[in-house]
């Protein structure tokens, strides 16, 4: 399996470029980028995972919804870095930082 750091850094480094995105879209993209070196894939369902971890951490932040293709699919969330995250030491091992809410 891959490292969370690894994908956690890989996530900051394409929201960098690209400025935001949604959480399909990255994943299909981080999961070619492995195949393509020939590295252990990620699950979908992982990727979300720390999307939420980064997401609650304050790395990055909900910007805009947008309506799925169809209308049985859920809309499109997208995600950016929060302004001044961008070098936070958090992105090397966003678990370490992750406190879960207990009730």
């Not at 994908?7 to 949604?22: A, F, K, Q």
């Amino acid at each position: 399996m891959v490292k969370i750091s690894y994908t956690g850094l890989w996530i900051r480094d394409h929201l960098s470029e690209v400025g935001e995105d949604y959480i399909q879209h990255m994943s299909t993209a981080y999961r070619k980028e492995l195949k393509q070196s020939k590295k252990v894939v990620s699950s979908y369902h992982q990727f979300c995972k720390l999307i939420y971890v980064l997401k609650s951490i304050g790395l990055i932040e909900f910007v805009r919804e947008e309506p799925a293709n169809k209308r049985w699919l859920k809309p499109r969330k997208y995600y950016r870095i929060k302004p001044g995250k961008e070098e936070s030491v958090k992105w090397n091992n966003p678990q370490k930082h992750y406190v879960p809410k207990t009730t």
